[in-house]
């Protein structure tokens, strides 16, 4: 099984430009999420999805947009990169158990290191 | 706000001592899971603890829970030189139904250095 897989793993960008971060999950779980990780902030709730279709806002959606069309895929768009949003972001994903997500655990993507210069 | 805030942030070790990492949080909560960061790589779920249990044991590891002063602590036995990463607690919270339920929320971490 891959699990979680995010595409790409490294990239740059001009403060600008706009990009789609893609994660892909083959575990058939319900719920997606994006997170960023910076140095000395642990990881940030960017949006997360609660199924195909849905999205919700996180604790850091500004500048950011997200997609949940199919199931298996969440993504995460920049439309304007910012300097700002240099960081590394991680998708994870956790199953809908008997109707509940509430004690699932949560698998980890491998991150995205994205850099805006 | 982060929701789960760990302390100490950084922590130095040798092989074959305990190491202790404590995590804080605001709101009631679910359950709390903690999670493992080796360098430059995803993180790893290692426990799980629901808010009505105080303590859960895996292997080398020991949980506690106090949900009356919204804390729990990691404590690993006897370290060795693998175990060093950064460790999150994450949080858990929300009603079915409820605007803040799936959310799962990391704290800012503690980074455990275990020397040989």
């Known amino acids: 099984n891959a699990g979680v897989t995010q595409t790409p793993k490294f990239r740059v960008l001009k403060t600008g430009q706009s990009m789609t971060l893609l994660c892909a999950q083959d575990m058939n779980h319900e719920y997606m999420y994006w997170y960023r990780q910076d140095p000395g902030m642990g990881l940030r709730l960017i949006h997360y999805?609660?199924?195909?279709?849905?999205?919700a806002k996180g604790e850091v959606p500004d500048g950011y947009n997200v997609s949940r069309l199919k199931k298996q895929n969440f993504l995460l768009g920049l439309e304007s990169a910012a300097p700002s949003q240099t960081s590394v972001y991680f998708c994870?994903?956790?199953?809908?158990?008997?109707?509940?997500?509430?004690?699932?655990?949560?698998?980890f993507g491998q991150g995205t290191r994205l850099t805006v210069v | 706000s982060q929701q789960g805030e760990e302390d100490p942030q950084a922590l130095s070790i040798q092989e074959g001592e305990n190491a202790t990492m404590n995590c804080s949080y605001k709101t009631s909560i679910n359950n709390l899971q903690w999670y493992r960061q080796n360098s430059g790589r995803g993180l790893v779920h290692l426990i799980l603890?629901?808010?009505?249990?105080r303590e859960k044991h895996s292997g080398r590891l020991r949980v506690t829970l106090d949900t009356s002063k919204k804390s729990s602590s990691l404590l690993i036995t006897a370290s060795r030189a693998a175990d060093t990463a950064s460790y999150f607690c994450?949080?858990?919270?929300?009603?079915?139904?409820?605007?803040?339920?799936?959310?799962?929320?990391f704290g800012q971490g503690t980074i455990l250095t275990v020397h040989p």
């Open positions: 999805s609660v199924g195909e279709g849905t999205t």
């Open positions: 994870a994903s956790r199953v809908n158990y008997r109707g509940s997500v509430v004690n699932t655990e949560a698998f």
């Open positions: 994450a949080t858990a919270g929300g009603n079915a139904g409820g605007t803040s339920y799936g959310k799962l929320t």
């Open positions: 603890i629901r808010s009505n249990e």
